[in-house]
């Protein structure tokens, strides 16, 4: 069981930047790959980003693309999530998630077990 921690949320304006961080703990494999989601109250939780914990391969969400950038720090047992760019639609609370997810279903919240308790990030305008 692999264990995740969210932190770095907070209240920005639009146009800033945050980074959020994903600690991970517990026994990964050459498959865990860590993600990242979010949920509005009023919306469906919606895929962020993708990372393979062994790999440096990366997907985005197409609301994301070219805003938010995912890594990963192995020696710190960290994933972090850059956002910048940001708009208030990305107000949320954004969570990482912990899976091994075949290819096809990187983005789908089912492939995930382990789920964080979630920071929130607001936008205001």
């Known amino acids: 069981q692999v264990q995740l921690v969210e932190s770095g949320g907070g209240l920005v304006q639009a146009g800033d930047s945050l980074r959020l961080s994903c600690a991970v703990s517990?026994?990964?494999?050459?498959?865990?790959?860590i993600a990242w989601f979010r949920q509005d109250p009023a919306k469906e939780r919606e895929f962020v980003a993708v990372i393979r914990w062994n790999g440096n391969s990366a997907r985005y969400g197409d609301s994301v693309k070219g805003r938010f950038t995912i890594s990963r720090d192995k020696s710190k047992n960290t994933v972090f999530l850059q956002m910048n760019g940001l708009k208030p639609e990305d107000t949320a609370v954004y969570y990482c998630?912990?899976?091994?997810?075949?290819?096809?279903?990187?983005?789908?919240?089912?492939?995930?077990?382990?789920w964080g308790q979630g920071t929130q990030v607001t936008v205001s305008s």
């Open positions: 517990g026994q990964t494999f050459s498959n865990t790959a």
């Open positions: 998630a912990a899976g091994q997810p075949i290819l096809s279903a990187l983005s789908r919240q089912e492939m995930y077990r382990s």
